[in-house]
């Protein structure tokens, strides 16, 4: 069983930044791909970026590409999320995902072959 916290969260003003840290209670973290997603009100949770086993592969969705990113530190099963020039349509849960199954050099996109989710947390960016 894997447990994911994630913390980081908060209200900032638009244009600034904010860095999201998701923790994993796993012996081997560095076998799960990782990726970040998010739910805003009334809206379907949506990719916004992901990281292969060792960390030599990102993807991201277009919406945050070039403001937003990704690591991870296999050593201290941490990942990251650092998020610049914050809008305010970036208002929404992120929540840190893990996937048992992903193959060396992938990263995975698709929500439902994510196996284990974190609780969330609240990042609002007001104008």
């Known amino acids: 069983q894997v447990q994911l916290v994630e913390s980081g969260g908060g209200l900032v003003q638009a244009g600034g930044s904010l860095r999201l840290s998701c923790v994993a209670s796993?012996?081997?973290?560095?076998?799960?791909?990782m990726g970040w997603f998010r739910q805003a009100p009334g809206k379907e949770r949506e990719f916004v970026a992901g990281i292969s086993l060792s960390g030599g592969g990102t993807l991201y969705a277009d919406s945050v590409k070039g403001r937003f990113t990704i690591s991870r530190d296999n050593a201290k099963n941490l990942m990251y999320l650092q998020m610049s020039s914050l809008k305010v349509e970036d208002t929404a849960v992120y929540y840190c995902?893990?996937?048992?199954?992903?193959?060396?050099?992938?990263?995975?996109?698709?929500?439902?072959?994510?196996?284990?989710w974190g609780q969330g947390t609240q990042v609002s960016v007001s104008s």
């Open positions: 796993v012996r081997t973290f560095s076998r799960y791909a």
């Open positions: 995902a893990a996937d048992g199954d992903a193959r060396p050099r992938i990263v995975v996109v698709r929500l439902d072959e994510y196996d284990y």
